[in-house]
């Protein structure tokens, strides 16, 4: 049930992708819409994905969000959240982030879930997820909250779809059966250090759950994940600060590595 008003989702939605297009910061809109609701905020960033699908941009992954107990904690929210990838936010493997394009970058090292059947909650548990897998390759987020100062809640960076600007992938691909997901280890560099490390475990005790709970939140609104979904599961690693002129490298034990630069 929403508490906003259809033209309020539109303004909003505006307000939101405005600020992500033109890389401006803003307040989060639950402190001038306290009685938004869940439904409210899922209704702007689907808002925002149809305002992008209308003007040519195609969608072409999901994302999970917020999916570490640390993470969750360290942001002060209570839950997962997911949001989408336009395809503009894709950059390839090797290549170069637009810094100036952005507010104030963070990179998270995550995997990512290529499916092969749609998967359609509720009820879709881990084995599930793994069935309908057809391959699982590496991933880096840059996540780029358009809140100042990263100061939100749930409702608010749902609102901004989830923080989502743009994402690499790379790395070598791999058959769920041929990996150990829980134990799979990540290594984040900045500028030749280790800045992160972590295990696939970091993730809702299991890389498959966070994808079985975005099919089953997806299925809360009636929608599915078809075929063919590329899905990043959340990090793995705490999201680190990234600045102009910064290379990064992520190494995935089994799945080779994904390097970039800021510029
Ligand atoms: O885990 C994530 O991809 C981040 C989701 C939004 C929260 C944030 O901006 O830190
Ligand atoms: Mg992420």
């Not at 904690?73 to 810094?99: I, N, R, T, W």
Request: glycine letters at 10%; one cysteine or more.
């Amino acid at each position: 049930m929403g508490n906003l008003t259809k033209s309020q989702i539109e303004e909003l939605a505006i307000h939101l992708e405005n600020a992500e297009l033109e890389a401006y910061e803003v307040t989060k809109i639950t402190d001038d819409f306290p009685d938004m609701t869940y439904d409210d905020a899922f209704d702007i960033q689907w808002e925002i994905r149809r305002r992008k699908e209308e003007r040519g941009n195609k969608i072409v992954g999901m994302k999970m969000g917020l999916t570490s107990w640390a993470k969750m904690s360290q942001m002060g929210v209570e839950h997962p959240c997911y949001g989408f990838l336009a395809d503009y936010f894709s950059v390839p493997e090797g290549g170069e982030v637009k810094h100036d394009e952005l507010i104030h970058p963070k990179i998270e090292a995550e995997l990512a879930f290529v499916t092969k059947v749609p998967l359609k909650g509720p009820g879709i548990h881990i084995g599930d997820v793994l069935r309908a897998t057809d391959f699982v390759m590496p991933a880096i987020e840059v996540i780029d909250s358009r809140y100042k100062d990263f100061k939100f809640d749930l409702k608010s960076v749902i609102a901004d779809n989830s923080s989502s600007s743009r994402f690499i992938t790379g790395g070598r691909m791999a058959d769920v059966s041929d990996l150990d997901l829980k134990n799979l280890g990540v290594v984040m560099e900045i500028n030749g250090e280790v800045v992160e490390v972590g295990a696939g475990a970091a993730v809702l005790g299991h890389p498959a759950a966070s994808v079985a709970m975005l099919a089953n939140m997806l299925g809360e609104r009636g929608e599915e994940l078809p075929a063919g979904s590329f899905v990043m599961i959340g990090a793995i690693t705490a999201a680190v600060q990234v600045n102009k002129g910064d290379s990064f490298c992520v190494r995935y034990q089994d799945l080779g590595t994904i390097s970039g630069k800021f510029v």
